[in-house]
């Protein structure tokens, strides 16, 4: 797991010292990191992998060309969308993975993409990741109380760093995001790995990543120990 983590570090550390040949919105996901690095240990090729805009560790995790991953975000033709995706919303069917920039945008898609696994004789799961701030769309929710009434395949999991940007959680949410996920029959993971195998026995399960993003928000410039900012 350590090698794979330090992998997506020094991608990551070699995207923000050539910021300047890049042309698209790009989210670096240092600090994120080790999600990536538990779900490199656990996830199968058959699985489904739906991310966010801070995305580049979990493409790489599900098993995408780092070449390629570079090549998209330098809006070459040889990347994985030819270029025209960018950093946020790289698509790859052939190995099941799926982000976009929309804040919560594929966690309904995550969800249906579940029910239709329900049945799959290969126990394959599907995996919907977000930032905190994607809690706050109402078909997060929604999507979790599906997914729990038909005990779906399927783990949530939420990168907490804490901040939306500059605005921090304490600011935007009034209770936990476990007790809440609990309420909506969730089942409650320790880890990556526990929560994908709770759902590969049709429990759907919830992951809060405690996380401190080590970047700006957007385009990567390192910023001062104590910041916070970061959807």
Same mark, same amino acid.
């Given at each position: 797991?350590?090698?794979?983590l330090?992998?997506?570090?020094?991608?990551?550390?070699?995207l923000?010292?050539?910021?300047?040949?890049v042309?698209?919105p790009?989210?670096?996901? !240092?600090?994120?990191?080790?999600?990536?690095?538990?779900?490199?240990?656990? $996830?199968?090729?058959s699985?489904?992998?739906? @991310?966010?805009?801070?995305n580049?560790?979990?493409?790489?995790?599900?098993?995408?060309s780092?070449?390629?991953?570079?090549?998209?975000?330098?809006?070459?033709?040889?990347?994985i969308?030819?270029?025209?995706?960018?950093?946020?919303?790289?698509?790859?069917?052939?190995?099941?993975?799926?982000?976009?920039?929309?804040?919560?945008? !594929?966690?309904?898609?995550?969800?249906?993409?579940?029910?239709? !696994?329900?049945?799959?004789s290969?126990? @394959?799961v $599907?995996i919907?990741?977000?930032?905190?701030?994607?809690?706050?769309?109402?078909?997060?929710?929604? @999507?979790?109380?599906?997914?729990?009434?038909?005990r779906?395949?399927?783990?949530?999991? $939420?990168e907490?760093?804490?901040?939306?940007?500059d605005?921090?959680?304490e600011?935007?949410?009034?209770?936990?995001? $476990?007790?809440?996920?609990?309420a909506?029959?969730?089942?409650?993971a320790?880890?990556?790995?526990?929560?994908?195998?709770?759902?590969?026995?049709?429990?759907?399960?919830?992951y809060e990543?405690?996380?401190?993003?080590?970047?700006?928000?957007?385009?990567?410039?390192?910023m001062?120990?104590?910041?916070?900012?970061?959807?």
């Amino acid at each position: 797991m350590n090698a794979f983590l330090e992998r997506v570090t020094a991608f990551e550390r070699k995207l923000q010292q050539n910021l300047d040949q890049v042309f698209c919105p790009v989210h670096l996901c !240092l600090g994120h990191e080790r999600v990536a690095a538990e779900l490199h240990e656990c $996830v199968r090729p058959s699985d489904w992998l739906f @991310s966010y805009h801070r995305n580049h560790g979990h493409y790489l995790a599900k098993g995408g060309s780092e070449e390629k991953l570079w090549d998209e975000i330098m809006g070459r033709e040889s990347g994985i969308n030819g270029g025209f995706a960018g950093s946020q919303g790289i698509v790859d069917p052939s190995i099941n993975f799926h982000a976009s920039a929309i804040v919560g945008g !594929l966690v309904g898609v995550a969800t249906g993409c579940a029910y239709a !696994l329900r049945g799959a004789s290969d126990h @394959s799961v $599907v995996i919907s990741i977000v930032g905190d701030a994607g809690t706050e769309q109402g078909v997060f929710w929604e @999507s979790l109380n599906f997914a729990a009434l038909h005990r779906l395949p399927i783990l949530y999991i $939420v990168e907490n760093n804490g901040m939306s940007i500059d605005s921090r959680i304490e600011d935007r949410q009034f209770a936990a995001l $476990v007790p809440r996920a609990r309420a909506f029959g969730m089942e409650i993971a320790t880890t990556v790995a526990a929560g994908v195998d709770a759902a590969r026995h049709r429990m759907p399960s919830f992951y809060e990543a405690r996380v401190k993003l080590q970047c700006d928000h957007i385009n990567g410039a390192t910023m001062p120990v104590g910041y916070g900012g970061g959807l």
